[in-house]
Each structure stands twice: as C-alpha cells, then as structure tokens.
C-alpha cells in the first residue's frame, strides 16, 4: 500500500512538473512576435526595433528547438506529412485567397490607402522593387513556415498539454496568432479594416491548426498560409509597385 501510495505521489509530481514547464514554455514562445511588433509600431523605436525584430525571430525558432531537444529532451522531427492532407489544404488556401481578393476589390478603397501605405514602407526601403520583392520571397516562403512551426506546432501542442481538448488549443493558439497582427495592422490600414482582417486572421489561424492537428505536419498549413500570403502580397505589390 505505502509503494503504492509513493507511486501515485511521484506519477503526480512528475505530471505537475510535466505541465509546469510546458506552461513556461509556451508563455516564453508566445510573447515573442507581440515583443516585436510592440517595438516596432508601438514604441517606433527605430534601429532597437530591427534589433529586437531579428532577435525575436531567433527566438521564435531557437526556444521552441531548445525545449524540444533539450528540456523535453525528444527525437528531432522533420514533421513529414505522412497522414497527408495537401488537397484540403490546397482547396482551403484557394477559398481563402478568393475571400482575400474579393474583399480587396469590393472594400479596397475603404479599407487601404495606397499613399498610406507607401509612407510607412518608404523610410524602412519597402517602395523599391527589389526590396520589396525579396521581403516578399522571405515572408511567402520563410516567415510562413516560422509562423506555423511556433504558432502550430509548438503552441498548439503545448496549449493541449496545459489545457487538453481538440478546439479549445485551436482557438486560444489562432487568438495568439492574431494578437500581434492586429497591432501591426492597426498602423496600415482603418479601425474597419483592421476588424475584418483580423478577424479573417483569427479563421485563418484556426483553420492552420486544425490542419495541423489533422496531419500533425507543419507543413500541410504552411501550403494553405503561403497561398494566402501570396494573396496579400500581391495586393500590396499592386499597391506600392504597381503592375
């Protein structure tokens, strides 16, 4: 009875301990892309905000890699998509980007000023061609796959340790997603826009995870985020390049 009873102290201890790091885990992962948008659009803070832009994206791959390999101490995984999935998530991407596209063409004047726009990317080198083009490259085909590696898999596993359940890790990992969009947002475009994206942002997020609790692979989100990417890209290209 007594071996028993350390037994189940020892099942427990471990179990509070298991939860309490990943909590720690998640809030260290989480608050990283709000630092940066918080520094940079917040607090204006000129070359500190560049700084904290490219630590904070050190983190947002570093922290999660470090607490997998080290802390949890697991196998280093490439996240195959082994359960498949890339079909829906093409169709899903594809449904997105006409409701992307169509709000622009329907809304676009109230919700997005092109001289706006240029005036806040000029004093950062966004209004030239090639900059831009190759920010657009790195935030199609870099930024995407860093945004579903911490906001899908590291957060939305974490937040089913903490909180366990299917939709509810969904929910609270797409509210995390858009939190710090919003606040970006809010320097480009009006309080109307703003809503609608952001609230396109918060479907869009739950529809990544629940992609990714589907698959359990990065990279079947990543398709349906990048083609969305591609969308607004475009839109803004069209904006302060022109076609």
Known sequence: WMRTEIMVE?????????????LLGFTLAAI????SVVTGFVFQAGMLAIIVFFVTK?????LPAFWHLIVEKQPVSYSTANSGGWKISALLGFSMCIIIYAAYFLLGDKLLSADDLKSILEPVGLTNKKIFFIA???WIFVNSVLEEYLFRWFLTTKLEQIIGGYWLPIIISALIFTI???????YFISPL???LCSLGLFIGGIIFSWLYMESRSIWIPWLAHAMCDVAVFSIAWH???GF
């Open 180 to 186: 710090h969009h919003t606040i970006a947002l809010a």
């Open 32 to 35: 990283a892309p709000t630092i």
């Open 136 to 138: 657009v490259i790195y």
């Open 239 to 241: 904006l302060v390049i």
């Open 193 to 195: 826009g703003n809503f």
């Open 10 to 22: 020892n099942h427990s201890f471990v179990a509070d301990n298991n939860l309490k790091l990943a």
């Open 58 to 62: 050190i983190w947002m791959f570093g």
